[in-house]
């Protein structure tokens, strides 16, 4: 074993929670199943630590970039072939499947983390593990952590402490989640942000069947998702269920019915979870 050289401070203030972490002996890393065919890359020093990232997809990628710009020394982000690093930490950025695989490829030593929002800490085992999910979208062109929420836990107090200054170190505010909690967690953030694309994408539809540009929809999406945050879902409903206006909701069944028949389910859904919403605003 291969260890990783102290880190200085560099004028920068460290509890020493942080700084006797990143002065441990470190173990060496074999990515997946991969075979070592070089030395392996190792950090040298750094101001916050020396963290490697496995998954050079859109997280990888973005949260490589965003570490190394808060101070932290990276190795990575590293994909499936012929790789093995020294760091104080590994985070695992691959899709939730390949979280098993990816874990069992590192020896012992470094707390090992994943970034998956639904899965369990025991998908790391036997590893001292943490996680830490960012509550944000990423695309091709990447994300901005600071100011979005963290989902993040460990299975010992110093684990735990790792994703939260990870977190803080990317501007973000964490909040730990239990794990029989991380399902509905995920569920939330599932609705908040990928079914709404779905609801716009039909929206999209419809509006196209009447000559509508989707640009044109952008203004009432922006206003109506800054209403909910600064309101509440209750004070920001609005519309011709929340009126109670059943003849013009029936119009627009039949104009969805007419165009997109396939969306008519989805309609009469929302129409229904639009009402209970209304009626709960209603009561109080």
Known sequence: MIGCEAVTDSGTDLDANTKNFFRRPVSLMRELERDLTSDPPACTSATR?????VGAGRLGMALSRALRDAGYQLVGPLGRGPHAIEADAVLLCV????????AAGIAIGPIVGH?????????LAPHEACSLHPLM??????AQFRGAGAAIAGSTPRALALAGQLAAALGMRATE???????????AASIASNFLITLEAAAERVAASAGLERELLVPLVRATVENWASFGSAAALTGPVA????????????????????LVALFDALVSATEALAARAAIG
């Open 177 to 187: 989640i239990a794990e029989s909690d991380r399902p509905a967690y995920h569920a």
């Open 243 to 262: 009126r109670g206006d059943t003849e013009t909701v029936s119009r627009q069944r039949a104009a969805v019915a007419t165009r997109t028949p396939d």
């Open 115 to 123: 970034c998956s929002g639904a899965t369990g800490l025991d998908a």
């Open 95 to 102: 899709p939730d499947k390949e979280i098993p695989a990816a």
């Open 49 to 53: 630590g020396c963290v490697a990232i």
């Open 137 to 142: 979208t990423v695309t091709p062109a990447g």
